[in-house]
Nanobody, 124 residues
Framework: VQLQASGGGLVQAGGSLRLSCAAS????????MAWYRQAPGNQRELVAS???????RYADSVKGRFTISRDNARKTVYLQMNSLKPEDTSHYYC???????????????????WGQGTLVTVSS
């Protein structure tokens, strides 16, 4: 199972970007999906998360500016980022809890998967 993130780039303060992250591989289902970010010298922090029933949670620093959504049929999670600030500059990573089959056993297992990261740079 892999997660492929895209949509990062350079934007001026006040601008918008939309990140996407698509899951691929042999997947039974996907539970929670999330976006994290990590700036140089900082710890990775949760930006937003969404359950498969579309319940959402946000870091205080992005509430009212960012929106997380998902398309279960496309196995994709999105992060719409509006009113971007220079302090939003970071590498953004998608994360998912994936249920996959264990081949030859008839059982499934849960796996935490990370995407490769996409860089968002907000200029002042």
């Amino acid at each position: 199972v892999q997660l492929q993130a895209s949509g990062g780039g350079l934007v001026q303060a006040g601008g918008s970007l939309r990140l996407s992250c698509a899951a691929s591989g042999t997947i039974v289902s996907i539970d929670d999906m999330a976006w994290y970010r990590q700036a140089p010298g900082n710890q990775r922090e949760l930006v937003a998360s969404i359950t498969k029933d579309h319940s959402t949670r946000y870091a205080d620093s992005v509430k009212g500016r960012f929106t997380i959504s998902r398309d279960n049929a496309r196995k994709t999670v999105y992060l719409q980022m509006n009113s971007l600030k220079p302090e939003d500059t970071s590498h953004y990573y998608c994360n998912a809890i994936v249920r996959e089959p264990v081949l030859g056993t008839g059982y499934d297992r849960y796996l935490e998967v990370w995407g490769q990261g996409t860089l968002v740079t907000v200029s002042s």
